[in-house]
């Protein structure tokens, strides 16, 4: 039997590795929906190779162009435009896992109505769970959703739990000492500190180890990202902040590790790229190929871990603190978007991002989410007090 596949966000660097890991599985996998923002070009040729039953573009302009072109070659795609779309195809009956791989806020109510949905869930956008924690989670119980983390941190993590905990019998504070996050310490790890004032987005998208796209690639320069997959650990795990600890470990070899009780640490290793980990979830708890180099340890020969620079990379400090805080992460996350974005328009620079995130977080905005429109609200409201202090560093 194949597997039904409904990727979002098939246009982007995790779409990308998802499709070469459907492609090097045909037998296994098949593709019932795609989705794309605004590359209606790249979605025209994967509609020609992968025919999905359905896709989605942001506009009706879009959709009616893409129509025409379908229709031309032959193609017979049902074609949507849309957030509404994008939530009816991720719930659809006709894929049984949904790759959540759309960037930033914009994923979280198609991969929730996934997890409401009852799909198995492969979770890429970790902006959805730093938003919504406690109420994505629930959604994903209460839907009976399965949830398999594809951020390479989460799934080594994963890997190295008994099983999922929260859901199992060993919890993190019992029997699970710690979760050991790997973070590579992006491109500006031992850059002098003084330099960071001239970043360019150029530079800061240049990641020593990994291929992402350039929101991504700013958060790991900030550490940011790290900060992100803290509170993303924090919810899937369940596991309390002080037991989530980061390693800087700047080869990207180790993907994350768990200390238990007994003094035994698991690690998960392989080469830095996307494909193992979305191919573990999407074959779970089989194992297929994923088209990617075994792990040649004599050649990688050392492997170097040390402790996170908290001065050099606020913004890690940021995440920890508005953890601390309920509700503030969706506020923290809201303003790094919006921070992010003018870094990448260069309209800020690089260090105004830890600047804006941290005075939209003293502004005292935060207050514990009770619903989906509580969190769209708060999240439009720090968006909202980070643009004015984007206008504000821009002048
Ligand atoms: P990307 O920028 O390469 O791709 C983003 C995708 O989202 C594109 O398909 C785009 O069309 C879609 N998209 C963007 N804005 C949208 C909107 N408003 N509405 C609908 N669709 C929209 O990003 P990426 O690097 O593939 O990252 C995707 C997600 O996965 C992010 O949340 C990121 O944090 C996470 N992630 C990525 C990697 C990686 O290696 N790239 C690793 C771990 C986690
Ligand atoms: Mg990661």
Same mark, same amino acid.
């Given at each position: 039997?194949?597997?039904?596949?409904?990727?979002?966000?098939?246009?982007?660097?995790?779409?990308?590795?998802?499709?070469?890991?459907?492609?090097?599985?045909?037998?296994?996998?098949?593709?019932?929906?795609?989705?794309?923002?605004?590359?209606?070009?790249?979605?025209?040729?994967?509609?020609?190779?992968?025919?999905?039953?359905?896709?989605?573009?942001?506009?009706?302009?879009?959709?009616?162009?893409?129509?025409?072109?379908?229709?031309?070659?032959?193609?017979?795609?049902?074609?949507?435009?849309?957030?509404?779309?994008?939530?009816?195809?991720?719930?659809?009956?006709?894929?049984?896992?949904?790759?959540?791989?759309?960037?930033?806020?914009?994923?979280?109510?198609?991969?929730?109505?996934?997890?409401?949905?009852?799909?198995?869930?492969?979770?890429?956008?970790?902006?959805?769970?730093?938003?919504?924690?406690?109420?994505?989670?629930?959604?994903?119980?209460?839907?009976?959703?399965?949830?398999?983390?594809?951020?390479?941190?989460?799934?080594?993590?994963?890997?190295?739990?008994?099983?999922?905990?929260?859901?199992?019998?060993?919890?993190?504070?019992?029997?699970?000492?710690?979760?050991?996050?790997?973070?590579?310490?992006?491109?500006?790890?031992?850059?002098?500190?003084?330099?960071?004032?001239?970043?360019?987005?150029?530079?800061?998208?240049?990641?020593?180890?990994?291929?992402?796209?350039?929101?991504?690639?700013?958060?790991?320069?900030?550490?940011?990202?790290?900060?992100?997959?803290?509170?993303?650990?924090?919810?899937?795990?369940?596991?309390?902040?002080?037991?989530?600890?980061?390693? /800087?470990? #700047?080869? $990207?070899?180790? +993907?994350? =590790?768990?200390?238990?009780?007994?003094?035994?640490?698991? %690690? !998960?290793?392989?080469?830095?790229?996307?494909?193992?980990?979305?191919?573990?979830?999407?074959?779970?708890?089989?194992?297929?190929?994923?088209?990617?180099?075994?792990?040649?340890?004599?050649?990688?020969?050392?492997?170097?871990?040390?402790?996170?620079?908290?001065?050099?990379?606020?913004?890690?400090?940021?995440?920890?603190?508005?953890?601390?805080?309920?509700?503030?992460?969706?506020?923290?996350?809201?303003?790094?978007?919006?921070?992010?974005?003018?870094?990448?328009?260069?309209?800020?620079?690089?260090?105004?991002?830890?600047?804006?995130?941290?005075?939209?977080?003293?502004?005292?905005?935060? /207050?514990? #989410?009770? $619903?989906?429109? +509580?969190? =769209?609200?708060?999240?439009?409201?720090?968006?909202?007090? %980070? !643009?004015?202090?984007?206008?504000?560093?821009?002048?």
């Amino acid at each position: 039997m194949t597997r039904g596949i409904t990727l979002l966000g098939a246009t982007g660097s995790v779409g990308a590795s998802t499709l070469e890991v459907v492609r090097a599985n045909p037998e296994r996998f098949r593709i019932h929906g795609l989705t794309a923002h605004t590359q209606v070009e790249k979605l025209f040729e994967l509609c020609w190779e992968f025919r999905p039953d359905v896709v989605v573009v942001a506009t009706a302009e879009d959709a009616k162009g893409l129509f025409d072109r379908l229709r031309d070659a032959g193609v017979f795609t049902q074609i949507e435009y849309g957030a509404h779309a994008l939530e009816e195809t991720a719930a659809s009956r006709g894929a049984d896992v949904v790759v959540a791989a759309i960037v930033g806020a914009a994923g979280l109510a198609p991969t929730l109505a996934a997890a409401r949905a009852g799909k198995r869930v492969l979770l890429a956008n970790k902006e959805a769970l730093v938003m919504s924690g406690r109420l994505f989670m629930q959604a994903a119980r209460e839907g009976g959703a399965e949830l398999l983390p594809i951020d390479s941190e989460h799934n080594a993590i994963f890997q190295c739990m008994p099983r999922i905990v929260g859901h199992g019998k060993l919890r993190v504070g019992e029997g699970v000492e710690r979760i050991l996050l790997t973070a590579s310490g992006g491109p500006f790890r031992q850059r002098d500190p003084a330099t960071l004032d001239s970043v360019t987005p150029a530079e800061a998208c240049a990641h020593p180890n990994w291929s992402m796209g350039r929101k991504i690639s700013v958060d790991s320069a900030t550490m940011m990202n790290k900060g992100l997959e803290v509170i993303e650990a924090h919810w899937l795990f369940d596991a309390p902040a002080e037991r989530i600890e980061v390693v /800087v470990h #700047p080869q $990207s070899i180790v +993907h994350s =590790l768990v200390s238990y009780a007994d003094g035994s640490v698991l %690690a !998960q290793l392989g080469n830095p790229d996307m494909r193992t980990p979305i191919a573990h979830a999407l074959a779970y708890p089989e194992r297929i190929g994923a088209g990617v180099r075994q792990l040649n340890l004599t050649v990688i020969a050392r492997l170097d871990f040390e402790p996170p620079d908290f001065k050099r990379f606020p913004c890690l400090k940021l995440a920890y603190d508005a953890l601390a805080q309920g509700g503030a992460a969706a506020v923290l996350n809201a303003a790094n978007e919006i921070a992010v974005e003018a870094f990448l328009q260069g309209r800020i620079r690089f260090t105004g991002i830890a600047r804006i995130v941290s005075a939209v977080l003293d502004a005292g905005l935060a /207050v514990q #989410p009770d $619903s989906l429109e +509580h969190v =769209l609200q708060l999240d439009k409201t720090a968006r909202a007090a %980070a !643009q004015i202090l984007v206008a504000a560093e821009a002048r």
